[in-house]
């Protein structure tokens, strides 16, 4: 028996189980440093011991994003090795501040199984789970991902969909954010004078600015997150497949619009939570990113003053200034959409 995994294929997969996955991360201040290098996130409070320790923080937290790829990455062997997409992403949740330092860790419970109707795949949907080394959980997300069968003839499994929320409550936002500390946020210094009362439901936002893709950047992106899934760097097998090529992992992409909604949201310092997210399209390197965001709800935190939410609708494209908000038609998406991402983000009142 061989000793090397070839991953787990649908049929390995069933409701109720629970994975371990190798291997813990100790976060280090090159990670954010290198995350910082490939997508030129500037916002105040990741960036600045002095500006986050002056609201609250013990320092500069890890970014929210770093955190979420991390945890996403140690479930890649044992979960995506043999995916062919990430489908889809709901009730994510961030639930503490994670600092350099701190070793994370995840576990997976499966949560549902449907086999598709060619036979050929199917679709598991998982809860997985990331904590530090203190076991505190620190994220907690769904997400559901189509996976290849190791045989074609294999009997289906009963099919189990789970129901999932439509959105994470307002009420349950916040618990990675300390009390901040009103006359320590200086907007001069964060980019921007617009606070959370500042922006209304309906309200549209063009980012403006694109960023081109290198395959060296997306490459070096997904190795830096441990994350294994051979369609990101095997030429030698991508080149034979449907696309003729590596595909692009789409956390890069959600990055890449997180960074880039800097330019007229540069007060929202955290993502609180994720309710839903679609890849809507694959991004080869070369193709250039843009993003826009349309602010679908604001939310007061019961029992907080110091910051409060806006449910962000925000649409990344490739080779497509967003001046027109190119989103959802009748029948999909606007040609060039690439990703639709909501979510919760925290912003000072």
């Not at 409701?15 to 954010?32: L, N």
Request: glycine content about 10%.
């Amino acid at each position: 028996m061989s000793k090397a995994r070839t991953g787990n294929f649908f049929e390995d997969f069933s409701v109720g189980q629970v994975i371990e996955h190798a291997t813990p991360r100790t976060v280090t201040s090159g990670d954010t440093a290198l995350y910082t290098a490939l997508y030129g996130s500037r916002f105040a409070v990741q960036s600045s011991d002095v500006f986050a320790n002056a609201i609250g923080y013990a320092r500069a937290p890890v970014d929210d994003l770093l955190v979420f790829h991390i945890v996403f990455g140690k479930t890649v062997p044992d979960i995506s090795l043999n995916a062919i997409a990430n489908l889809g992403y709901a009730e994510c949740s961030f639930q503490r501040a994670v600092y350099s330092g701190d070793t994370l860790s995840a576990r997976t419970e499966v949560l549902g199984v449907k086999e598709n109707s060619n036979a050929k795949t199917g679709v598991v949907y998982l809860r997985s789970t990331g904590y530090n080394q203190d076991g505190a959980t620190v994220l907690d997300y769904v997400r559901w991902v189509m996976v290849r069968k190791r045989d074609e003839a294999s009997k289906a499994p009963d099919p189990v969909v789970p129901e999932l929320a439509a959105k994470v409550a307002p009420g349950d936002l916040g618990g990675a954010v300390p009390p901040i500390k009103g006359h320590g946020y200086q907007t001069a210094l964060a980019g921007s004078p617009h606070r959370w009362g500042d922006y209304t439901a309906g309200e549209r936002i063009d980012h403006i600015d694109g960023m081109t893709v290198e395959e060296a950047e997306h490459m070096l992106a997904t190795r830096l997150y441990q994350n294994t899934a051979k369609v990101h760097f095997n030429q030698f097998t991508e080149g034979q497949g449907r696309f003729g090529r590596r595909l692009i992992y789409g956390g890069h992409v959600i990055s890449l619009a997180r960074a880039l909604s800097f330019n007229g949201l540069s007060n929202s310092f955290h993502i609180s939570a994720i309710n839903g997210g679609r890849h809507v399209a694959p991004l080869f390197a070369g193709e250039t990113v843009f993003a826009w965001s349309e602010v679908a709800e604001t939310a007061e935190i019961e029992g907080r003053s110091d910051v409060g939410a806006l449910r962000l609708i925000t649409y990344a494209t490739k080779d497509l200034p967003c001046n027109d908000f190119p989103g959802r038609t009748d029948d999909g998406f606007a040609d060039g959409v690439i990703l639709e991402l909501d979510y919760w983000a925290l912003l000072p009142r």
